[in-house]
């Protein structure tokens, strides 16, 4: 049905009633009721139903038109969501590596310092008595002559 009445001349209207769908001053649709033949023409009452039922109209129009709307700014919400989730993800593996190859180095620097003292606990009392009498045997001051 594409909302055109094919009738025959003598199926003309003899009455029409038309109440617009409105909410918050804007006209969203119309609501019109026709009558044919030797039907009563409409009264006060009529287009009193006629006013309440283009007011439902209107409002599950415009609950249809918000919910969209909702449903379309959610759906933009989601993508942004998810590429946060994304850029956190990659954050969170870069800092995992990172803190991975501090733990390397702070482990390669602790057997280097190991090392260096066990090195230097090897040496003889004899050894560092030397080492100590031969910068000791330095001065920072004029050479004798």
């Known amino acids: 049905m594409n909302g055109v009445i094919d009738l025959a001349e003598?199926?003309?209207?003899?009455d029409a009633?038309?109440?617009?769908f409105k909410v918050e001053g804007r006209?969203?649709?119309?609501?019109v009721a026709m009558r044919y033949r030797d039907a009563p023409q409409?009264?006060?009452?009529?287009?009193?139903?006629?006013?309440v039922l283009a007011a439902e109209f209107a409002l599950a129009l415009e609950r249809t038109r918000v919910k969209d709307a909702m449903g379309k700014r959610l759906t933009v919400a989601q993508d942004q969501l998810e590429a946060y989730a994304v850029d956190v993800?990659?954050?969170?593996?870069?800092?995992?590596?990172?803190?991975?190859e501090l733990r390397h180095t702070m482990h390669q620097l602790?057997?280097?310092?190991?090392?260096?003292?066990k090195g230097m606990a090897g040496l003889g009392a004899?050894?560092?008595?030397?080492?100590?009498?031969?910068?000791?045997?330095?001065s920072s001051g004029p050479p004798y002559t």
């Open 89 to 100: 993800r990659t954050a969170f593996i870069a800092e995992k590596q990172r803190t991975a």
């Open 126 to 138: 004899s050894s560092l008595a030397l080492m100590a009498a031969g910068s000791a045997g330095r």
């Open 27 to 31: 006209v969203n649709g119309v609501l």
């Open 17 to 20: 009633l038309a109440v617009p």
């Open 110 to 117: 602790e057997r280097t310092s190991l090392a260096t003292v």
């Open 42 to 51: 409409f009264t006060d009452s009529d287009l009193s139903i006629a006013t």
């Open 10 to 14: 003598s199926d003309q209207p003899h």
